[in-house]
């Protein structure tokens, strides 16, 4: 038996690859997708899986085991995109936009090619024609100008979708799942049985007070985005740097979300619209396709699954988001260890805004780290 702790997208896609391994697996977390068919909660934004804009955004400077990672999430994507359509993933174009402050060197198109060569493995790779950034995007704006961006085949996620679709095939071919809140390892192997043999502690900022890892460097990182109504089909968008802004694309729900904003060590569940204007007029340089469709579309509130609830900027708005990532200093953690009480735990949390991305390769890397002795 194995025990994960943690529902969130690292825990539940670790149960996956366990699953295909053969292992018996029950999951305990405090917080949980509904099964496919049964209402959704408005889930707590501790909880970070269910509030992340959730695309395929490849990092040009990850080498070696992180393109791995990488690489393996979006193989497992493609594959239960194929398979099935009612996963909540989707497959379209992506363009990402750089400026100076993206990376350290990669002022200009000659010098970033290096770092992105790996990006030429995702289908449809291209770089962007200059006629292609929009006018605003190559001006002096917000203190930076975009000078290059790429294009490719990329994927996005509704993780309202995904998450309740993930647990349901879980649960179908035996995963049990238990909903109650442990702050000790010891906890959680009472909750599965005595013949648990492992556990993975995939807790996210849980960590911080799960005995007796306690993982000091372990924070909360908040985030807030808008969530959309829109018909817009183009590319998704994305700008990295200093001027941090996306555009991604919910499938299966008539709405985008866009962002970003980073505030580690801001604690406030208020939405801040100043940080919300901040975002649509970023989201305007780089992507003012999506903001004029927003803009044109009908503002009618309503009681459908997914209701337009404000105005806000002009843009008819289903949800004003606000969501803690489970970030830590120094970066993820996944590791084997024994700890007191003779129990055997794979951590596998920290991953801040890239649970999603790195997933599946997460996945991939508990399942492994079960099967030997070593540790990554």
Known sequence: MVVVIG?????????????????????????????????????????????????????PRAQGDERDIQRETFRLWWELYHADPFTGLGFRIARDFYDETSYPGSESREKDSQNRMWAREFPNFRWLQDHEIPARAKQKTFGGHVTHGVEYLSASVNPWVYLKWLRTFLER????????????????????????????NASGVGAKHMEP?????????????????????????SRTGKYYTYVIPRPQSGGIIIGGISQPGNFSKVVDDEVNREIVTKVDTICPDMIANARATL??????????????????????????????????????ENIAGGFTVIHAYGFEGQGYIYSGGIGQRVAWLAATKASL
């Open 7 to 59: 529902s969130g997208v690292i825990g539940l896609t670790s149960a996956y690859y366990l699953l295909q391994d053969g292992h018996e697996v029950t999951i305990v977390a405090r917080d949980m997708p509904t099964p496919v068919g049964e209402p959704d909660h408005d889930w707590p934004g501790e909880w970070a899986s269910p509030w992340g804009g959730a695309m395929f955004h490849p990092d």
């Open 173 to 200: 071919r035996g995963v049990k799942f238990v909903q109650s809140e442990v702050t000790s390892i010891a906890q959680a192997v009472e909750i599965a049985g005595d013949n648990t043999k492992l556990v993975v």
């Open 213 to 237: 890892v306690q993982d000091s460097a372990v924070k909360a990182v908040r985030g807030q985005t808008l969530w959309v109504k829109t018909s817009y089909d183009g590319p998704m968008c």
């Open 299 to 336: 503002f009618e509130k309503g009681d459908g699954p997914l209701p337009v609830t404000s105005e806000f900027e002009g843009l008819p708005v289903i949800k004003k988001i606000i969501g803690f990532r489970p970030g830590r200093d120094g970066g993820y953690r996944i590791e084997k």
